[in-house]
């Protein structure tokens, strides 16, 4: 049972990976859109992944760079997309948790169609970051397959 | 659509998305042996499309009409990805 009040977001495990299931809307947006999130500790920062940038047709033109960050061993360029919010759906019931949040997207440097086809399997991914600036706590019990984000006061 | 209806539009795409994601998860391994290296897009518990390369995923979608806002496109391989 949740503490009260604190909300506990599930999260669903994927090949031994905690995917976190959202629905993103920004600015201009007529409707909300799925995204899926790998939540990774050992990431210090969070990003849409190119794939999902382009398939939700994320805004990045004339975007400000914000600099490169190596990802599953290849660079991309971090680019800086308008605030988005996340909606995430609390367990035990029919509410959500809305969270206004700045995310990076990655474009890559490569050129190649070899080295772009591989930037597109990388997934969206929260870090730390997004953890410590929405105070949400990781709750993992691997055996039992259960794992969760708890609000935190 | 009102605020009301709106959030309960995306408590149901959540839902939904929830949904399918575990139907992908429990059908991984089957997966595997049958889209190895490609891109696979599914949404409502069914593969909608495959493809090697993403792109040309995309455009198959996108030139089907399909609303790629609730659809998942996922890269299936038999080796693992190390992040």
């Known amino acids: 049972m949740p503490e009260a009040n604190k909300d506990r977001i599930g999260l669903q495990f994927d090949d031994l990976r905690l995917q976190l299931m959202a629905a993103i809307e920004w600015k201009g947006l007529k409707q909300a859109q799925l995204i899926s999130f790998v939540i990774d500790t050992g990431s210090p920062e969070s990003f849409i992944s190119q794939a999902e940038v382009e398939k939700l047709q994320i805004p990045t033109k004339n975007r400000p760079v914000e600099g490169e960050i190596d990802v599953g061993g290849s660079r991309f360029k971090k680019i800086d997309i308008q605030k988005i919010t996340l909606h995430l759906l609390k367990e035990g019931s029919s509410a959500m948790l809305s969270l206004s949040t700045k995310l990076s997207a990655l474009k890559t440097t490569k050129t190649s169609e070899h080295k772009k086809s591989i930037a597109h399997t990388l997934p969206s991914i929260l870090g730390l970051d997004f953890l410590m600036t929405h105070n949400l706590s990781l709750h993992v019990f691997p055996k039992e397959k259960i794992a969760y984000l708890q609000t935190e006061e | ?83």
Request: glycine share 2%; proline share 0%.
């Open chain 2, 1 to 83: 659509m009102n605020s009301l209806d709106a959030n309960v539009s995306i408590v149901q795409l959540l839902r939904n998305g929830q949904n399918d994601l575990s139907w992908f998860s429990d059908n991984s391994d089957k997966f595997k042996n049958e889209y190895d290296g490609k891109f696979v897009a599914f949404h409502n518990k069914q593969i909608i499309d495959t493809d090697a390369n993403f792109d040309s995923l995309l455009n198959k979608l996108r030139k089907d009409n399909v609303d790629t806002s609730s659809v998942f496109i996922k890269f299936i391989s038999k080796v693992k990805m190390l992040l």
